[in-house]
């Protein structure tokens, strides 16, 4: 999900805050969900947004 998506979904559409926002939020759900060897993860794509894998071979 790009960081519209993600604000829309959260916020509405009539949010007027900085997109950016949603990075700061990821970094501090990073920390929260932080797991050695978790076999899940939440990932950056550069120059698309976010997404959650899963490691299915877990």
Known sequence: MDRE????????YDYYGYSRTIDT???RIRQKIS???APWALLTVYGVGYKF?????A
């Open 35 to 37: 797991v050695p060897d």
């Open 5 to 12: 998506q993600i604000l829309n979904r959260i916020w509405g």
């Open 25 to 27: 939020h990821v970094k």
């Open 53 to 57: 894998e899963i490691d299915q071979n």
